[in-house]
């Protein structure tokens, strides 16, 4: 199963014809030397790191053991800086169409009147949240930071995946995993010049920073708004306020009077200029979205919308990233940065329209078919890699409601090294880099999160899925 | 028709709060089928009373107190004068795409036995706008209206399911039903006045309003199996009852709440007598 | 620091130091049960056990009787009684781990670590050594917790709640100990001077372990106005409430100057000082021990109430 798309993938380390690329001949070298036993105490030093400092996600739907850690694999992935510095143009390029195309919406619709999107994909989107119809956001920036799924097929040609607009996560493990190989591999820094990637949390300060209120202080209090230690990203979210050196908060830490915001502190009420919210917009403010949700903050919105308070990212920025409008995606950079895409979007057939619907539903062994609103690899279906009973049940689903799904050709995503049970073998891997928007321009460290396909031949990275991670090193010369 | 309306909403308690925030949806707009003439909202403890819109041009007031607050309330005063446009919504500044009201929403999720119920019941209706009325028929005879009070609300599926509902039910069945067969659909909380051509009129009522091409919004009460005539008075209009409660609150402390509604909307007599 | 911070480290504290004092309450009282039953209370000793812990209500509803079996039982590792060792224990943990960052790793280790042990504990069959072992162990779980804060945190405001936490619940423990045994301490016990009476004192001072230091301080046999001195007034003694009502003072000084802002928790606790430096225990007698102990748990709360207002929430 998935034997041929692993031949035909483009291998990192190999290409296609099987020569080691030239980014990777220190590593093959090294690789070649090192003898497995040693390789596996390192493995193991690195999983007895992530247990002792917590890191650990929560599997939603699993009760055997809610906490779990995402398997880290010790071979890096490499990027040259020539690969670093077109991809790092592309994700600029996209992040900032992303932005133009949330301040569009939200405001003169211009794309939608001139037909590049349709209405009702972005207006019958659950994501698409009235309240910020007509509002001015601080500074103009929505998605103050994104996370971009990208894929490579050949040496040439790095596809986006998906763009992740909303709260996305998986930073802090992109520290963690150089953070380890730091120390458990300190001989391969001294033969590679690996791009750092710690100075992650200064530009994401500087970043938060920037978009404070205008009515703030010149030292704006910033805070990061987790849901609480039962959140599968709890880990990240402590880690996060920890290097950035601001308050971690639950809803019930801030309040609001009189339309500013304030955190509870043992001197009294202290005013909050900058939220990094990593709680989703349903939840957020009980007044004006769920009413259930005790996570969130009353009377948020309000100060938000007053002007005194900037959450990052904005609310609504989850109808830019949904999938559907994702296969607008080239269109959108065009549109707003009159320039071609330097990333490609994946082929993508659109179910919602009757002729494509009917195209995905004659290859449904052929196609990945993803669900409009699933995340994390739930609700989707990898067609080559399914059973007859799985393609029927998403023919049905497709049937009911076509709206609901997109479909992609199975791309052959490129393989790394990993070391597996049997050595050191060729693993399906994706990448995660991080693209910070603020007044003070677009900032993105070297690289991102890779994270790899830890059974054979599967396509699915996703952590939830079986999916691991690996340190990835954009080499500066 | 002049309609005064009188509607206080009362809390209790057992122990006291500390902070409260309520998001009060409770003045009308002007628009062809309705004229405020007076109106006043007042809580009867200190606190800051603010005014805004919402994205749907409802206005919204932001109150809040600090505690110790063991009991409060918030009365509504007012005088309406309404005109009979058989239903038809004009003169409002609409803010949102009606390509909106075509979402649905936790409490308008239609089944396959809401759908079905909307298929079958317009199938023979000719026109949109038949269809519609179609619809109000065959849901008001379907569904029995029971007082609101009686229980708190179920959202469309469920109610349908349930074979009964409060107004606010009623309109998110005719919503969902609508919305299936691809209309755009909101829901309206307001009151009605008392009089012979309804069945169903304590105060306040909910209902919904249907976008048809030619006419704009229209109102339709399932409830009282007919189109808002001059006893009914809009207040708010959202994409289901959610966006348009008259009051949703969040509070610090305030363990035990109980809560009082004493609402009432009566002909206020003819404009000669007023003159 | 976020209130909800400062509110958990002085739970975390106040829940280590109650789930210690329960272990000292049970390893006080099996030594008393193990007496015969003709110098033992006829097996009242577990009664006054599930009283000095504060939940004889609870208990009540729960069992019924107070044997051994039911006590223990209740007070170790029932998940249905609030405060059981098992639950301070839980929260405590829970507590420090919404503010892992404000708390050492040193700190963080004892609870987990303690939370995992625990577990393992709970699995086991105890036969009385078992137990008295597992006494011992939850003792030193505090030892260790309260050690690393000791060394380990930094002296500002999170470490002076942490501080506050544990003063707090320890005058509390006090004080109850003292409220349930006053009448083995008043003067007409006093002349019967019969082993009973010896072994009743002599748990006093064990549930507070402070036997040996009564001899140290007072060079004299065991006398029921000295063991009131030595819990009530004398501040050489850690666990009397004038020792914990003199680091209750300093530790809000403390909050105070730093905050530049003084309150109600800072002049609560400075007269309830005072109240304790005053008083001579003579006085204390002629004015009533009860009536004396059952004002001091009332302020002793009021001041517990009054912090977490000013500071908390």
Not at chain 1, 123 to 132: F, T
Not at chain 1, 237 to 255: N, R
Not at chain 2, 243 to 256: F, L, Q, T, Y
Request: proline content about 5%.
């Amino acid at each position: 199963m998935g034997k041929e798309d692993c031949m035909v993938a483009f291998d990192e380390m190999t290409g296609t014809g099987g020569d080691v690329r030239q980014a990777y001949t220190a590593l093959d070298r090294w690789l070649k030397e090192a003898p497995p036993e040693m390789l596996a105490l390192r493995r193991s030093q690195a999983e007895l790191f992530f247990r002792r400092i917590g890191i650990t996600f929560a599997v939603y739907g699993d009760e055997e053991s809610t906490e779990r850690l995402i398997p880290f694999d010790i071979i890096p992935r490499v990027l040259t800086k020539p690969e670093w510095t077109k991809l790092e143009a592309g994700l600029r390029q996209r992040v900032t169409a992303l932005n133009m195309f949330l301040a569009d919406v939200y405001g003169p619709k211009e794309c939608i009147k001139a037909g590049i999107i349709p209405a009702d994909l972005v207006y019958r989107n659950a994501c698409y949240q009235l309240e910020m119809v007509d509002f001015q956001v601080p500074h103009g920036i929505y998605c103050h930071i994104a996370g971009i799924d990208i894929v490579r097929v050949d040496a040439d040609t790095f596809y986006v995946l998906e763009d992740n607009a909303r709260t996305p996560s998986g930073v802090s493990y992109m520290m963690e995993n150089r953070e380890v190989m730091l120390r458990l591999f300190p001989e391969l820094f001294a033969t590679h010049r690996v791009a750092p990637v710690d100075n992650y949390p200064d530009q994401l300060l500087a970043t938060l920073r920037s978009v404070a209120p205008r009515s703030s202080s010149a030292d704006p209090n910033i805070c990061l708004l987790t849901p609480g230690q039962y959140n599968s990203a709890f880990y990240e979210h402590s880690f996060l306020a920890d290097k950035l050196g601001v308050e971690l908060v639950e809803g019930s830490d801030l309040l609001v009077k009189d339309d500013v915001v304030y955190m509870r502190t043992t001197q009294g009420p202290k005013r909050v200029d900058v939220i990094y919210r990593r709680i989703d917009d349903d939840f957020i403010d009980p007044l004006v979205f769920r009413s259930d949700s005790v996570l969130g903050v009353p009377g948020l919105i309000g100060a938000y919308k007053a002007g005194n308070v900037t959450l990052a990212n904005a609310v609504g920025t989850g109808v830019a990233d949904d999938k559907a409008v994702y296969s607008y995606m080239p269109e959108i950079v065009r549109f707003f940065t009159g320039e071609e895409p330097i990333l490609k979007n994946v082929p993508t057939f659109r179910c919602r329209e009757p002729e494509a619907n009917a195209y995905v539903l004659d290859n449904l062994d052929k196609l990945v078919v993803k669900e409009v609103n699933g995340s994390g690899g739930y609700g989707m279906l990898v067609g080559p890699h399914a059973n007859k009973a799985q393609i029927e049940t998403f023919r049905r689903k497709l049937k009911a409601s076509p709206e609901g799904f997109i479909a992609q050709p199975t791309l052959a995503l490129s393989t790394c090294p990993t070391f597996v049970a049997s050595g050191v073998a060729p693993r399906h891997v994706d990448l995660r880099p991080y693209v910070l928007s603020g007044a003070n321009g677009i900032s993105c460290v070297p690289g991102g999160l890779t994270r790899v396909a830890l059974k054979e031949g599967s396509l699915v990275v996703n952590s939830s899925q079986g999916g691991g991670t690996k340190d990835t090193w954009v080499l500066d010369a | 028709m002049r309609i005064r309306i009188s509607h206080a909403i009362s809390y209790v308690y057992a122990e006291p709060a500390r902070h409260i925030t309520q998001i009060l949806r409770l003045t009308p707009r002007d628009h062809d089928g309705q004229h405020v003439m007076s109106w006043r909202i007042e809580p009867t403890i200190d606190g800051r009373l603010r005014a805004t819109q919402d994205p749907f041009g409802n206005i919204v007031h932001t109150f809040s107190a600090d505690g110790p607050i063991a009991e409060m309330a918030i009365q509504v005063e007012g005088l309406i004068e309404t005109t009979d446009l058989a239903g038809i919504v004009r003169g409002i500044t609409e803010r949102v795409p009606v390509e909106v009201f075509r979402r649905d929403t936790l409490l308008t999720m239609p089944d396959a036995a809401l759908a079905g119920f909307a298929e079958e019941a317009t199938q023979s209706a000719e026109t949109p706008l038949a269809k519609m009325h179609a619809l109000m028929d065959a849901l008001h005879e379907k569904i029995a209206c029971i007082e609101t009070g009686q229980r708190t609300g179920l959202g469309a599926a469920a109610a349908f399911a349930a074979g009964e509902g409060i107004p606010q039910d009623i309109a998110h069945i005719f919503m969902a039903c609508a919305r299936h067969l691809e209309r755009p659909a909101r829901y309206v909380s307001g009151y009605v006045a008392q009089s012979d051509a309804l069945t169903h009129a304590n105060g306040a009522h909910a209902w919904a309003e249907i976008h048809l091409d030619g006419y704009g919004w229209i109102g339709f009460d399932a409830a009282n199996g007919l189109c808002p005539i001059d006893t009914h008075v809009r207040v708010a209009a959202g994409l289901d009852f959610a966006d348009a409660a008259p009051i949703r609150g969040a509070r610090k402390g305030g363990d035990g709440e109980a809560l009082a509604v004493r609402v009432s909307a009566r002909d206020a007599g003819g404009r000669a007598a007023n003159q | 620091m976020l209130s909800r911070t400062a509110d958990s480290l002085y739970w975390v504290s106040r829940y280590v130091e109650r789930a210690e004092y329960l272990a000292r309450i049970l390893d006080a009282t099996m030594r008393l049960s193990n007496l015969p039953s003709s110098y033992g209370g006829a097996g009242s000793e577990w009664q006054s056990a599930v009283a000095t812990a504060g939940c004889d209500e609870a208990f009540a509803k729960a069992y019924g009787e107070a044997n051994e079996r039911n006590v223990c039982d209740f007070l170790t590792f029932n998940p249905d009684n609030p405060s059981s060792i098992r639950n301070c224990l839980a929260l405590a943990r829970s507590n420090a781990r919404g503010v892992r960052t404000a708390l050492t790793s040193e700190m963080w280790d004892a609870l987990n670590g303690a939370w995992l042990e625990l577990q393992r504990f709970e699995k086991k069959r105890m036969d009385r050594e078992e137990f008295a072992r597992f006494l011992d162990w939850v003792k030193n779980v505090s030892l260790v917790f309260d050690g690393s804060a000791y060394r380990t945190m930094l002296r500002d405001d999170g470490y002076w709640f942490s501080r506050l936490g544990v003063y707090v619940e320890r005058a509390d423990n006090t004080a109850r100990i003292l409220d349930v045994k006053y009448h083995v301490l008043l003067p007409a016990n006093e002349q019967v001077g019969g082993s009973l009476d010896y072994f009743q004192w002599t748990t006093v001072l064990r549930e507070v372990s402070a036997l040996t230091a009564y001899h140290w301080v007072y060079r004299e046999a065991v006398k029921p106005l000295l063991i009131a001195d030595l819990l009530i007034l004398n501040r050489r003694m850690p666990r009397s409430l004038a020792a914990c009502y003199e680091n209750i003072s300093r530790f809000l000084d403390l909050l105070g100057d730093s905050y530049g802002r003084q309150g109600p928790a800072q002049r609560q606790a400075r007269k309830t000082l005072a109240n304790l430096s005053n008083t001579s225990i003579d006085d204390v007698f002629q004015h009533g021990l009860h009536e004396f102990i059952e004002d001091f748990i009332t302020e002793n709360n009021r001041l517990g109430g009054t912090i977490i207002e000013q500071y908390l929430q």
